[in-house]
């Protein structure tokens, strides 16, 4: 599943799963690192406010992407950030900063991508390879 929503509610989202302990930062990926390793909404948005401020006219500029695996595959962490890093790369967004979430709320461990689909260039990358 791609959702399009606000890149706040896409953060506020999986911080809050983070918060009553049914989800971690995996990984990050051109994201500004912090001192202690934990992030607040804000502190993400930091990295992706270049992309944004440089595409103000762009409506649709947030992904929201879950991957879900079967419930009978256990998949370890190591495989989730391979998958994540792949699936970014081959869609496009290889090169945008991007944070993935591990959640545990459900039967199955599974994992959220956010990220923005404009760079800093002034492009939007085409919706179209992933079906949008």
Same mark, same amino acid.
């Given at each position: 599943m791609i959702a399009k929503i606000n890149l706040y509610e896409a953060l506020a989202y999986n911080q809050l799963k983070m918060e009553h302990e049914n989800g971690q930062i995996l990984f990050t990926n051109r994201i500004i690192e912090t001192t202690n390793g934990h992030y607040s909404v804000a502190? *993400?948005?930091?990295?992706? =406010?270049?992309? *944004? !401020?440089?595409?103000?006219?762009?409506?649709?500029?947030? *992904?929201? !992407?879950? *991957?879900?695996?079967?419930?009978?595959?256990?998949?370890?962490?190591?495989?989730?950030? +391979?998958? =994540? +890093?792949?699936?970014?790369?081959?869609?496009?967004?290889?090169?945008?900063?991007?944070?993935?979430?591990?959640?545990?709320? !459900?039967d199955r461990s599974h994992i959220h991508i956010v990220s923005v689909c404009v760079g800093v260039k002034r492009f939007q990358i085409s919706s179209r390879k992933c079906g949008l």
């Open positions: 502190q *993400l948005a930091q990295s992706f =406010a270049p992309h *944004l !401020i440089a595409n103000r006219n762009t409506e649709k500029h947030t *992904l929201h !992407i879950s *991957l879900n695996p079967d419930p009978n595959d256990k998949v370890s962490d190591d495989k989730f950030r +391979e998958m =994540a +890093e792949q699936y970014m790369r081959e869609m496009g967004y290889g090169e945008q900063p991007f944070v993935v979430f591990k959640h545990t709320d !459900i």
